[in-house]
């Protein structure tokens, strides 16, 4: 972070305020900077040799201090000592003891014992003394010792490392305490009287045993002398400044100062004032030529304003000619000058934009043109981009819009919006550059032109729905044709595969077959279905498929699909299902739709052999009645979208009309051409529309929309058990009219233990229900039969027995016949080609239902 100071900030105004004062005050402010500089470099100066000599001093009495102490070492040691009488106090160095050869204790003649005192100890001994006076310290120690009790401090060790590194002396000053102290360490060297004692330390001569740290009083640095001596500059400079301003101020600041009065009173328009020059030098010639500059100012100003009369005569005339031309035209005109202000502005503008002359004149340009753009132009940016345009064009007088019409919206004074066309001119004139522009109002051309756009464009939007509409009915209608005599095909395929299942199943659970034989007849009944699920593909493709629809929300339906997909789909194909936590709810045959979803799936995968991306998406659409829709055949209402979308080859605008065709297939030889066909069967018979968009190399997307049904609980699945279900010899009426289908109809029902009754059409059937104890408890009928079709044979049981109960036989069924069988009691239905599993299960499920 920058600290910045209000004077760092200030400095701009102070030296720019500095500027603007008078000579006289600037040579005042320099005299006085120059004092203040010599005053500060005369005391710097001054201070630093006091300081130097006083250092000086303070190092040669710690140095003389220093000698003394190493003199009477010397001495004691070149005696190899000194005897003391031991007293209370003056013991036996112990540190002695241990040098060989060396006598420590003595005692006289007289009795009194003597004790040695090697140099190191005289010296330590002698700096206790010198500690108890204060004034003057030292201390002798080692970094190698004998005793301990000499010991260096860190000064003291910093010093003996330098000083076995070569250095010959170390001070340094203490601040501490209340006087000023140095402290100086010099080195102590073997000699020949060092090596009794410190022979056995392995020290030679010259080697550096030790040292003494010396402490002296530093002295007092005499600043009172450096006052004196700066103040003895101060008081020369003073005068000497002194003599000098006055020589300055008569001889050139007063004559200055007269010639800016008589400037001053030119520039003002008074060229009668006169200078008087008194000298002859550099000043006074000066003023000689400011006198012969005014004299020529005042005849040129004389002639000038004559000038300037005529020429304003002249241009009010032609000013007028202009007005009457400006004042009468249709158009709105504008005038700018050089510095980008109005200076016209005619009563056409005042009656197009609602602004009055005198709220234009004078103004920028800039301002006038943000002041008249539509709220939703007036912008900083665009006012930025408008002045940086204007200013440019000042500067160059060349712009890209010179000459060319160009249109901007604008905003009157009384709110309202138009749009203004102009064209801009430039006028050159004597003076320089003028900038015309004339603006006319086509707010209402703009409002005619757009209004015949938007029928152009709704008239050809309606046209292009009308030919999208009539090419899908076309091809609604075609694919309806097709699908019709598919389902008749399937129909009659249907009654002959009915028949080999159930006689295979009939070989399998009725009799005792060799190994052979039993999965001769396996075979024959998984053809049979295999048979029955391409037939089932074309009665979805042609919608007749008998539906099991139930109340089902689409979010669980297809999170349970799409587990089962991210288990089966290759590894090298990313699958995702976008989750959603909405309402989803269709009335929808769960098995037929996750058909439809599988059949999208696979051609994902095989568009995609060397991997990719699907998704499935779920989304609510609801379409009003304002012609907004996904596209143009899906009705107006609430929808469930589901999206199968993948990232494979796509497919081409060529095949895209005909995907839906049975039979119809890019991936021959594998492909049957049903997969397409049968989710589009199963999506329009559950009401509902499909739409798909593809780019090749791209991928392709499919839009499936289901009705939606208001939020409510979905119906649980169906659940019949994978097993055959067995009678318990309840009578039940078979009526077919085929008679292989009426025969094996029979024998499988009897082999699931049922009484069985059969008729070849209705007559017969009624004729037998006639019979006074028929006990047939569940009627199973075709609805396609000569004579007496199935419809009508359940009215008539309907009329002999509210109660009876019937299963509907059917190769496909239409959508109405659907509904009407439901509400005449139908308690179920078997879709041909049948198998045991589901005649056991449809049986016993319509028995045990109440009616």
């Not at 006198?291 to 000038?304: A, F, G, I, N, W």
């Not at 396996?522 to 493709?541: M, V, W, Y």
């Not at 379409?623 to 497919?651: A, H, M, Y």
């Not at 069985?756 to 209705?762: D, E, P, R, T, V």
Request: hydrophobic fraction near 40%; charge should be negative.
């Amino acid at each position: 972070m920058t600290i910045h100071s209000s004077r760092e900030n200030n400095l701009p105004q102070t030296l720019l305020s500095i500027k603007n004062l008078s000579i006289r005050h600037k040579i005042l402010i320099a005299c006085g900077l120059a004092l203040a500089i010599m005053s500060g470099v005369t005391f710097s100066v001054n201070q630093q040799v006091t300081q130097t000599a006083a250092d000086q001093k303070n190092l040669a009495t710690a140095q003389s201090f220093f000698q003394q102490i190493v003199i009477t070492r010397r001495w004691v040691a070149q005696h190899g000592g000194v005897y003391v009488l031991k007293t209370p106090g003056v013991e036996t160095n112990p540190y002695l003891l241990e040098i060989p050869d060396l006598t420590v204790d003595i005692t006289d003649t007289q009795g009194q014992n003597y004790t040695l005192r090697n140099p190191a100890l005289v010296t330590r001994e002698l700096s206790e003394i010198a500690t108890q006076d204060g004034a003057f310290q030292f201390h002798i120690t080692s970094l190698n010792l004998l005793n301990p009790n000499n010991i260096p401090d860190a000064f003291e060790t910093e010093a003996l490392k330098a000083f076995e590194a070569g250095e010959d002396e170390i001070w340094l000053y203490l601040d501490e305490g209340p006087q000023r102290q140095l402290r100086y360490m010099a080195p102590l060297y073997v000699e020949e009287n060092c090596l009794q004692c410190h022979g056995n330390q392995g020290y030679t001569i010259g080697d550096v045993v030790g040292g003494i740290s010396v402490t002296v009083p530093a002295a007092a640095n005499p600043v009172s002398s450096q006052f004196v001596v700066a103040g003895s500059w101060v008081l020369g400079t003073l005068i000497i400044l002194g003599i000098l301003y006055w020589a300055l101020n008569v001889t050139v600041i007063k004559p200055i100062e007269h010639l800016r009065t008589a400037a001053g009173a030119i520039a003002d328009g008074n060229y009668e004032y006169k200078i008087t020059v008194t000298a002859h030098d550099e000043v006074g010639v000066l003023g000689q030529t400011y006198e012969r500059m005014r004299l020529q100012v005042k005849d040129y100003t004389h002639s000038l304003e004559t000038m300037v009369y005529q020429r304003t005569a002249d241009l009010s005339r032609s000013e007028e000619k202009y007005r009457s031309l400006v004042e009468q035209s249709g158009e709105a005109i504008v005038m700018m000058n050089d510095q980008g202000l109005v200076v016209e502005w005619n009563d056409r503008a005042v009656q197009i934009f609602g602004l009055s002359r005198e709220t234009i004149l004078d103004q920028p340009l800039t301002e006038m043109i943000f002041q008249l753009m539509s709220d939703d132009q007036r912008t900083p940016s665009i006012q930025q981009q408008i002045g940086n345009q204007l200013s440019e064009y000042l500067t160059t007088h060349q712009a890209p819009w010179l000459g060319k019409r160009f249109e901007f919206a604008v905003k009157r004074s009384d709110g309202t919006n138009s749009i203004v066309q102009m064209v801009v001119f430039p006028i050159k004139t004597q003076g320089g550059y003028l900038t015309g522009g004339i603006l006319r109002d086509i707010t209402e051309q703009k409002e005619s032109d757009a209004a015949l756009r938007e029928s152009n464009e709704r008239l050809k939007k309606a046209l292009t729905e009308l030919k999208e509409t009539q090419a899908q009915m076309v091809q609604q209608e075609r694919l309806a044709a097709v699908g019709q005599l598919a389902a008749g095909v399937a129909h009659d395929f249907n009654n002959l595969m009915a028949t080999v299942m159930l006689h295979a199943e009939l070989m399998i659970y009725g009799s005792e077959l060799t190994p052979t034989d039993q999965e001769r007849a396996e075979t024959i009944r998984q053809q049979g279905q295999r048979s029955a699920n391409l037939t089932q593909q074309i009665l979805d493709f042609s919608r007749k498929s008998i539906m099991q629809q139930q109340v089902l929300d689409i979010h669980p339906f297809l999170q349970e699909v799409a587990k089962m997909l991210s288990r089966t789909l290759p590894e090298n194909i990313l699958f995702k299902y976008d989750d959603q936590t909405d309402d989803f709810v269709v009335h929808a045959d769960p098995t037929r739709l996750q058909q439809a979803i599988l059949n999208l799936v696979i051609n994902a995968r095989d568009a995609m052999p060397n991997g990719g991306r699907l998704d499935i998406e779920l989304a609510r659409v609801q379409v009003g009645d304002d012609g907004k829709r996904p596209f143009s055949t899906l009705e107006p209402g609430n929808w469930v979208q589901i999206t199968v979308s993948d990232t494979g080859t796509g497919i081409s605008a060529d095949n895209l009309p005909h995907i839906f065709e049975p039979f119809f297939t890019t991936k021959t030889p594998q492909g049957s051409g049903l997969g397409l066909s049968q989710v589009y069967g199963i999506i329009k018979q559950h009401g509902g529309e499909i739409n798909v968009t593809s780019s090749i190399e791209q991928g392709t997307t499919f839009n499936l929309f289901l009705p939606a049904l208001a939020v409510s609980q979905p119906e649980p699945a169906d659940s019949l058990a994978s097993q055959l279900a067995e009678g318990h010899g309840e009578t039940i009426l078979v009526v077919e009219d085929d008679d292989t289908l009426r025969k094996v109809l029979v024998d499988s029902l009897q082999i699931l233990g049922y009484h069985i009754l059969s008729a070849q059409n209705g007559q017969e059937a009624l004729a037998i229900f006639g019979q006074a104890d028929h006990g047939i408890m569940l009627v199973i009928t075709d609805l396609i039969m000569p004579h007496m079709g199935g419809v009508t044979l359940l009215d008539s049981l309907r009329q002999l027995d509210l109660t009876i109960k019937v299963v509907v036989i059917t190769g496909y069924m239409e959508k109405e016949l659907e509904t009407d069988l439901q509400t005449a009691g139908v308690v179920g239905w078997l879709q041909k080609p049948l198998n045991m599993e589901k005649l056991s299960q449809v049986v016993a499920q319509g028995l045990s239902t109440d009616q």
